[in-house]
């Protein structure tokens, strides 16, 4: 008996919530590398758009999830199918409710851009 392939459409995009859970996870990386560093970065409104695909589950109750798929992806999909979304995030932190920062707590100073540095001294 051989085992039956997957279709292509049960593997192309992802759901709609990891792919902004993914973004939550990216902007709290960059918060991790940005610690120590003199500047910090206010994160502003992160404008997302999606190409989706809406699939009505078998199992679970048949619960409808949201799909991210790629452009082109399948170019024999029904126009009908898929949905163009968009939307705004605005990241805020979640203790605190104000708007969200990467970088380091301290405040930076551009005070040295723009300076030549002393050269160092002959010997």
Do not use: C, Y
Not at 37 to 44: D, K, N, Y
Not at 64 to 81: C, L, Y
């Amino acid at each position: 008996m051989t085992a039956t392939p997957p279709r292509a459409t049960d593997l192309d995009g992802i759901e709609l919530s990891d792919a902004i859970a993914s973004v939550r996870d990216q902007l709290i990386e960059a918060a991790t590398r940005a610690s120590g560093q003199p500047v910090s970065f206010e994160v502003g409104a992160i404008e997302m758009e999606f190409t989706l695909e809406l699939r009505k589950e078998v199992k679970g109750g048949g619960k409808v999830k949201a799909w991210v798929v790629e452009a082109g992806a399948d170019a024999s999909r029904e126009t009908g199918r898929t949905h163009r979304v968009a939307f705004t995030l605005t990241p805020r932190d979640a203790r605190t409710n104000a708007p969200w920062q990467v970088g380091n707590e301290r405040q930076g100073s551009t005070s040295a851009f723009g300076q030549v540095p002393n050269p160092p001294a002959a010997r």
